[in-house]
């Protein structure tokens, strides 16, 4: 096949008018997904907690559930948890950001945070989902704790063995 097209230009000849328009009908650019108020939110699951995140732009200060986040997670690994998509985003100091979270532990509410924070992130400024995806940051940690099953002591563990 000696005919291969050789440049963008060429490759516009060699497609037709309709097969153009089918493909510019696919593909289509996401819009950025902001209220009246200037807010993008985004839901953020991880173990039990499940945090609703509202990010808008201000100044880097961010409240969950009515409180800053040095009283609401006092472990300095936590609240770095929470910075990791802006940094990564490039966009630390830029968002308020504002989350009320229920279920699980503080460990789980910080992750559940981050991941509805990275969400917002994406539906404010769709161009940033790359960048966060390539950073793990999109994915829901689905990883839950194990129920405990009848005649163990946990959920894996045996009672003691005793031969008498």
Known sequence: ?????????????????SEAAIVAET???????IDDLGRSYAT????????RVWLKRGNGKITINGRDQETYFARPVLRMMLQQPL?????VGEFDVV???????LSG???????GISKALVAFE?????????????TRDSRVVERK????AKARRSFQFSKR
Do not use: W
């Open 1 to 17: 096949m000696t005919d291969k097209a050789r440049s963008l230009d060429e490759l516009k000849d060699v497609i037709t008018e």
């Open 27 to 33: 593909v289509v650019l996401a819009e950025p997904q």
């Open 44 to 51: 953020g699951k991880r173990k039990n907690a499940i945090a």
């Open 87 to 91: 940094e990564c985003a490039e966009r």
């Open 99 to 105: 989350a009320t979270c229920k279920g699980g532990g």
């Open 109 to 115: 509410q910080a992750g559940a945070v981050r991941h």
């Open 126 to 138: 769709p161009a940033l989902r790359g960048v966060l995806k390539a950073g793990g940051f999109m």
């Open 149 to 152: 099953k009848y005649g163990r």
